[in-house]
């Protein structure tokens, strides 16, 4: 990789944006369950990928300038790494879809990691140091999901 200028990063957010969008949008035809079906439309729709693209368009049309992404304490609890991402098939069981999510959200923050390393102190780097705590907080959230879906709360504690 090489330092890139905003409007570029912002187009490369924008398009990996659209992308997840439609890996989510296209892992729906392939699973067979309802809620998988659901939490997968959520996602794709409602949760993060069409909010950061819009956002991101915001930003690039000037719409935002002052404002910057919230950003929280995240903890990697890095359950992707020790468990791996399963085979994409239609018998996909609902815990594994967060699994899968992480996996790409993992692959995000590693994308955004390495192109800040690369950029010269500034707004830009700053900006994608910015996108890269974003991506690790949407694989925290859905290793959280992953967790509860595959080890559910039972009546004994």
């Not at 912002?10 to 939490?39: C, G, M, P």
């Not at 404002?67 to 594994?96: F, Q, W, Y």
């Not at 800040?116 to 999901?145: C, I, R, S, W």
Request: net charge negative; with cysteine.
């Amino acid at each position: 990789m090489q330092q890139v200028n905003m409007e570029e990063v912002l187009n490369q957010a924008i398009h990996r944006e659209e992308i997840a969008h439609s890996f989510y949008t296209n892992l729906i035809t392939i699973v067979a369950d309802k809620v998988s079906k659901d939490t997968l439309l959520y996602m794709a729709n409602e949760d993060e990928e069409l909010k950061h693209k819009e956002f991101l368009e915001k930003y690039k049309r000037g719409e935002l300038e002052g404002r910057s992404l919230n950003l929280k304490m995240v903890v990697d609890g890095k359950v992707v790494e020790a468990l791996g991402p399963p085979e994409i098939t239609e018998r996909l069981e609902h815990k594994d879809i967060f699994l899968i999510a992480a996996e790409r959200e993992k692959a995000s923050h590693e994308f955004y990691t390495k192109l800040a390393a690369l950029q010269p102190e500034g707004e830009l780097k700053g900006l994608l140091l910015k996108f890269a705590q974003e991506e690790l907080a949407h694989k925290e959230k859905v290793e959280y999901l992953y967790c509860n879906a595959a080890f559910p709360q039972t009546d004994g504690g």
